[in-house]
Structure formats: structure tokens, C-alpha cells
């Protein structure tokens, strides 16, 4: 089971909408956050993240637009497929955001070098965003997911590479990690596909 949450983000406009989606858990940073653990989520439990969230799930309706998406855990593995339908205008998207926290909490991933996804696209284009408490306007670090379709590869994003979007360029801040975020999106209708099995963060001296 998963958390539908699009009528969280009504009063976004333009494009922070499309971003807002990203930020579910904003929060404050606290200073001293709990360390992030290494297991965002490897989909051994159907409905609940690693930290025992539940998996949210964001789409393109505060924006008017009507994609939507099949989500379904198999034997440890997210099997994501949908078709975007956006309003005209304006980007259709759905978001699948993974709390680092129980309670949304930000999480210290400072010991950690980067994202890293064991991930088989389909078809559409992904993008994977750190969500940061410290990121007051919704527009957060993220980078497209270059692996090509096939089989299951471990794709790894550095944060480093991250950028924003339409703000100026920040340095991402990873005292205060709440939530990463999976995104299909696309400008034009059309389907998306993609797997996971797991997602989580690495070190810099981990084997590549």
C-alpha cells in the first residue's frame, strides 16, 4: 500500500510545484541530526521504507495535469509503470519519496559520498533528488538517472553532481537529509517503466 499525497502540494505554483512534490518532509534542520543509515530501502516490506515510513507517493494533479502510475512490490522488488499525462504547459511527474526518518526527521549524510540505486529502466526519463530541510523554495539537488534501458545495474549519483534547478547553485547540505526521491517525468503524455530493489547511499572508498 501506498500514500497518495498530491492535495499536499495545491498551493504550489509554476514550476515549484513540480519540485515542492520533492519536499514532503520539510522540516527544519536540527543541529546534531541522527546519522543517515546506509539502507534507504530494499523493498523487503511491501508498504514500508527502511526507517519504517511510508512510501509516499507524489503526482502532477496540483498542477491539473492526470498522469498516474501502478505500483507494486514482487518478491523484494518496486515494479513502477505509468503514463504521464500532463496539463498543458507544465511537466507531468510522479514522484516516489522515501523518508530517511519515521517522523520525517532530518538525517546526517555526511559520511556518505553519494546515492546509489539498483535500478532496471523501461522507458521515460528518471531523476533522483536528495531531499533538504535546508532548501527553503522546493528546489532541490537532483540529476538524471543516464543508465539505458535493459537489465538491473547499480547506478550511483554522486552528490557532488547534483544541482538545482532554477535557483543558484548551493552546496547540498547533508546534515540535513530528509527523504530521496524517484522521479518519472516527461513533457509530453506517454508511458514511464522502471524497477528498483534497492536504493541507499555510499561511501567514497566503497568498491565501484
Given at each position: 500500500m501506498f500514500v497518495s499525497s498530491h492535495?499536499?502540494?495545491?498551493?504550489?505554483?509554476?514550476?515549484?510545484?513540480?519540485?515542492?512534490?520533492?519536499?514532503?518532509?520539510?522540516?527544519?534542520?536540527?543541529?546534531g541530526a541522527e546519522a543517515a543509515s546506509e539502507l534507504v530501502d530494499d523493498f523487503s516490506d511491501a508498504a514500508l521504507a527502511?526507517?519504517?515510513?511510508?512510501?509516499?507517493?507524489?503526482?502532477?494533479a496540483s498542477l491539473g495535469g492526470s498522469s498516474s502510475a501502478v505500483l507494486d512490490v514482487r518478491d523484494g522488488v518496486l515494479v513502477v509503470s505509468g503514463e504521464h499525462r500532463p496539463a498543458r504547459g507544465a511537466p507531468?511527474?510522479?514522484?516516489?519519496?522515501?523518508?530517511?526518518?519515521?517522523?520525517?526527521?532530518?538525517?546526517?549524510a555526511s559520511d556518505f559520498e553519494g546515492v546509489r540505486l539498483r535500478l532496471k529502466p523501461l522507458r521515460g526519463t528518471i531523476f533522483v533528488h536528495a531531499v533538504s530541510a535546508a532548501i527553503d523554495n522546493y528546489d532541490h539537488h537532483g540529476a538524471s538517472v543516464t543508465a539505458k534501458a535493459g537489465d538491473f545495474r547499480?547506478?550511483?549519483?554522486r552528490f557532488a553532481d547534483m544541482r538545482r534547478s532554477w535557483s543558484e547553485q548551493t552546496k547540498l547540505d547533508l546534515?540535513?537529509?530528509?527523504?530521496?526521491?524517484?522521479?518519472?517525468v516527461g513533457m509530453a503524455p506517454g508511458?514511464?517503466?522502471?524497477?528498483?530493489?534497492?536504493?541507499?547511499?555510499?561511501?567514497?572508498?566503497?568498491?565501484?
Open positions: 492535495t499536499l502540494h495545491r498551493l504550489f505554483r509554476g514550476s515549484a510545484a513540480f519540485f515542492g512534490a520533492l519536499a514532503i518532509a520539510a522540516v527544519p534542520p536540527v543541529l527502511a526507517s519504517g515510513a511510508a512510501r509516499i507517493v507524489v503526482d502532477d507531468g511527474f510522479v514522484s516516489l519519496v522515501l523518508l530517511l526518518s519515521l517522523d520525517g526527521a532530518a538525517r546526517d547499480e547506478v550511483r549519483i546534515s540535513t537529509l530528509t527523504a530521496v526521491s524517484i522521479v518519472a508511458a514511464f517503466a522502471f524497477e528498483v530493489d534497492e536504493v541507499g547511499f555510499y561511501r567514497a572508498d566503497s568498491a565501484r
